[in-house]
């Protein structure tokens, strides 16, 4: 099992900037990827950055110059900054581990700390 804690998010003007972390519970070089997630109300929840098995870092078109990932591979955590933030961002900001197994793999997620963004 591998518990995911987050910190950080809250409330912002437009154009401000937040910072997300997410401590993992188990060395995060052994995780497969990672990465955080987003949900706005009434949206599917969607990739905003994460860090796939070969170490290649995806992030979202919206959020590219804006947002940036990183990890202390020492405190097991990860950390997502969040810059020139935009109405169009708020949503349940959620952390994602995924862990293989060998014959399977399991996904961990932490409890999405909230963003809003007033314009």
């Known amino acids: 099992q591998v518990h995911l804690v987050e910190s950080g998010g809250g409330v912002v003007q437009a154009g401000g900037s937040l910072s997300l972390s997410c401590t993992t519970s188990?060395?995060?070089?052994?995780?497969?990827?990672m990465g955080w997630y987003r949900q706005a109300p009434g949206k599917q929840r969607e990739v905003v950055a994460r860090v796939i098995h070969d170490g290649r870092l995806k992030d979202a078109d919206s959020v590219k110059g804006r947002f940036t990932f990183s990890r202390d591979n020492v405190k097991n955590t990860m950390f997502l900054q969040m810059n020139s933030l935009t109405p169009a961002d708020p949503g349940l900001y959620s952390c994602?581990?995924?862990?293989?197994?060998?014959?399977?793999?399991?996904?961990?997620w932490g409890q999405g700390p909230q963003v809003t963004v007033s314009s």
């Open positions: 188990i060395t995060i070089t052994s995780l497969s990827t």
């Open positions: 994602h581990a995924a862990y293989d197994l060998g014959d399977s793999v399991s996904d961990y």
